[in-house]
């Protein structure tokens, strides 16, 4: 078991990102048996959930025009428009079926502001706005993170970048990973992620 110091955070095992969801990440379902493994090695574990309004301004279906996977511009800067995906409450926002829930002692739920979208744990995504993880985790007096989850390229990267700049220890567990990639996208989050310091382990 790793000291209280060391906390796992899994990113957004939902079924809308694994097979037969709305924004399935292709391959998906295969972080489940790695990530329920890494858990017996932590005593801190956390959640994070996408949680998003109906509705919500990330979804291509509110603009006009526009299709899943374009981008806009919004007033907190650009965003990639999607499905609609992970609304409260609803089956595709559900944890995936076998992820183990019991040891996890906190979900973050994110991206519950209608206007503006959370790729990340710890700042929606004007890079501003916190969610709160950050004084959760210095109040327990963890200091070095090991994540893992669902998208590599977007709320992984986003989660891993923000923990390394504030000064967070953190390892990205790649084999418990899977990414959309857009044009590249999971290249460029990966070195994006060891430009700043974010260790990647296979
Ligand atoms: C995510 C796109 C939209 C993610 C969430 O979990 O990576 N990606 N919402
Ligand atoms: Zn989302």
Redesign the pocket.
Known sequence: MRPESDALIV??V?RD?CAGGA?A?PDGDAVVPPINALMEDFATVILTQ?W?PPRHS?FASEHPGKAPFERVEMDYGPQ?L?PD??VQGGDGAAFHPDLRTDPAQLVIRK?FRRAI?S?SAFFENDHATPTGLEGYLRERGVTRLVMA???T????Q?SALDAARRGFTVTLREHACRG?DIDGSVDAARAAMREAGVRLET
Do not use: E
């Open positions: 990113i957004d939902q990102f924004l990440v996408d998003h990330s990639v999607w995906h992970c991206g979208d790729y989850g669902l998208a390229d977007f709320c992984v986003f959309i």
